[in-house]
């Protein structure tokens, strides 16, 4: 994980070597997981992005 800033807004940068995502998107599924992360993003005006890579990896930016 890192953490970076960039006035006021925050990047989060989480990944691992696992497998990666199956391509399912996280506003168009029923997951239970990308639901509850939706929900605080909305909460925090937050976006996250998966990106393409080695392992699973996605960007949170906080405003």
Known sequence: ????TKG?????????????FSGA???NTK?????LIGS????????STVLQGP????LVRLE
């Open 8 to 20: 006021t807004t925050v990047f989060i940068l989480v990944e691992d070597d696992g497998p990666g």
């Open 55 to 58: 392992g699973g990896r996605v």
């Open 25 to 27: 998107r996280p506003d």
């Open 1 to 4: 994980m890192e953490l970076t």
């Open 31 to 35: 997951s239970l997981g990308y639901k």
């Open 40 to 47: 605080l993003l909305g909460q925090h005006r937050g976006t």
